[in-house]
């Protein structure tokens, strides 16, 4: 249940966070308007270059306009075609008829060059969490980019900023509520997120975004003590780690997940967009160390680039089983000759190529471990590439002994097993996985249960458990968005039961 909000207002009238709608006594038990904490500081995000990645994600970010209630609230982008914003701002279909969301709405730009995109048609909202959906027509996404949603917790004193669309109207009317970011911290985690960024009314539906990994770790709604000028002493948001499951259970049709817009906007002129320069979201990865993992095969990863004379990117990839990994690094040769590189555990170079070509290809057998893929710069030469990974591996099915969490076998999504064993009654399976990213993860067992019955439970890297399913059918399934990180699977059998069974993880 989130907490209700005990405000006081010295004006003869309050405001919603989505905007000046004028409001009754008997209704303030809803979420109400965000403040501002101290002094004012939030500041246009046209002030910050185009590859800020505040910038970035800000491209997301829209001015909702909800003609049906005469009011308007911050939303932004969570797929190519649809918006997130509160369910205090969209309370029904009918108040989504009209709604348009302007991406481009930036300080000096004339409501001309805003860009209004149609939003109306409505997906669905959540009462108690606080948010609603809309679908926009075409994929402004693929031209603004997306947010990527966090399913971990946050964190208290953890540095965060909120884009939103805003301006100080309690001293200045007519002012233009162009977007904005503003600086924070997280103050309190618990029903809600509660942070001291700066908000007004409008900055309804504003993600609330970890400065760390630039994430939405919450969706902004509320702010205690507004002193009827708009001050005030904290704002509060939805927790992501409570809406994101709760998207991925109602709404299976929302592919989540972020991508980098193609267009920021230019800060000397806003009106036209221009192309940033190379840059490689993944850095630091300049040694095995830092090594970006590829969670799964096959990964295509693209927008990568060495940056600078110097510059390596390094990418990881466990390998269980036996067979084939082939690499492909796509570039364009005139504008920087790349090479590539792979490296076994012990950071021998087991395979290279180096053409004067647009492309270059490794292929090698490889054996259970880990190995490290390196992309340079021929003579410090830098440029743009795509990378593509693939392998084609024997699976070992003996994974014996791997009855504890420190001899858990390892394996990589996507990961398919047959034969495994409980074979007797002490008798138990951990297998290890680690994801780069994320995102949406499922892990099945298939068995006989007539001959025993087997369940499967998901720890993360705490010994924390994540999931579990035991029921009494011939399968156990878990589906779970998972952060990024390092997880446990069990297998074991219910009251001592023994099995074959085969293993599905993707």
């Excluded at 669905?124 to 031209?143: H, I, S």
């Excluded at 900055?203 to 970890?210: A, N």
């Excluded at 998207?247 to 972020?258: C, E, H, M, R, V």
């Excluded at 090594?291 to 095969?297: R, V």
Aim: net charge negative; with cysteine.
């Amino acid at each position: 249940m989130l907490k209700k909000m005990a405000l006081v207002f010295l004006l003869p009238f309050v405001f919603y966070s989505c905007g000046k709608e004028e409001i009754s006594k008997e209704n303030l038990k809803l979420n109400l308007s965000g403040i501002i904490v101290g002094d004012l500081d939030w500041t246009s995000i046209t002030t910050l270059p185009t590859t800020d990645p505040k910038r970035i994600v800000g491209s997301a970010v829209g001015d909702v306009a909800i003609p049906a209630r005469g009011t308007r609230c911050t939303g932004f982008l969570i797929t190519p075609n649809v918006v997130m914003t509160n369910q205090h701002c969209i309370r029904s279909a009918s108040d989504a008829e009209g709604v348009t969301v302007a991406f481009k709405h930036l300080e000096g730009v004339s409501e001309s060059n805003w860009e209004k995109i149609d939003c109306s048609t409505f997906i669905g909202n959540n009462t108690t969490l606080d948010f609603a959906l809309l679908e926009c027509v075409g994929n402004p996404g693929e031209r603004f980019g997306v947010a990527s949603l966090a399913s971990r917790e946050a964190v208290v004193d953890e540095s965060i900023y909120v884009v939103q669309q805003n301006c100080d109207y309690y001293n200045d009317r007519d002012c233009d509520w162009s977007k904005k970011f503003s600086l924070g911290k997280v103050l309190e985690v618990d029903d809600e997120v509660s942070h001291n960024a700066d908000t007004l009314g409008g900055s309804s539906g504003s993600p609330v975004l970890s400065a760390q990994d630039n994430l939405v770790i919450a969706i902004h709604h509320a702010g205690y003590g507004n002193n009827g000028y708009g001050r005030g002493y904290k704002n509060t948001g939805v927790a992501m780690s409570s809406i994101v499951p709760v998207l991925i259970a109602n709404y299976p049709q929302l592919n989540l997940g972020g991508t980098d817009p193609v267009d920021p906007v230019d800060p000397v002129d806003p009106v036209d967009p221009v192309d940033p320069p190379p840059t490689d979201q993944t850095e630091p990865n300049n040694d095995s160390q830092s090594a970006t993992l590829i969670s799964s095969t096959p990964a295509e990863i693209t927008d990568k680039a060495i940056d600078e004379s110097g510059d390596l990117d390094y990418y990881k990839v466990v390998i269980d089983g036996s067979g084939k990994l082939t690499v492909n690094l796509s570039f364009t040769h005139r504008n920087g000759d790349l090479d590539l590189k792979i490296l076994d555990a012990s950071k021998s170079v087991v395979g290279t190529s180096a053409g004067v070509k647009n492309s270059e290809k490794i292929e090698i057998d490889v054996e259970s471990g880990e190995y490290f893929i390196m992309v340079y710069g021929y003579r410090d030469a830098a440029g743009a590439y795509q990378l593509n990974v693939d392998t084609q591996l024997t699976v070992v099915t003996n994974d014996e002994p791997n009855d504890s969490r420190e001899t858990a076998t390892k394996v990589a999504l996507p990961y398919s097993g047959t034969e495994k064993e409980i074979h007797d009654s002490s008798d138990v399976d951990y297998y290890k996985f680690t994801i780069g990213s994320a995102k949406s993860v499922s892990a099945k067992i298939m068995f006989s249960h007539s001959v025993g019955d087997l369940d499967l439970k998901l720890y993360n890297s705490s010994n924390k458990l994540v999931a579990s399913s035991t029921s009494v059918k011939n399968e156990e399934k878990i589906v779970k968005f998972l952060a990024a990180g390092s997880y446990y699977l069990r297998v074991y059998g219910y009251r001592g039961a023994v099995g074959e069974y085969d293993m599905l993880l993707e």
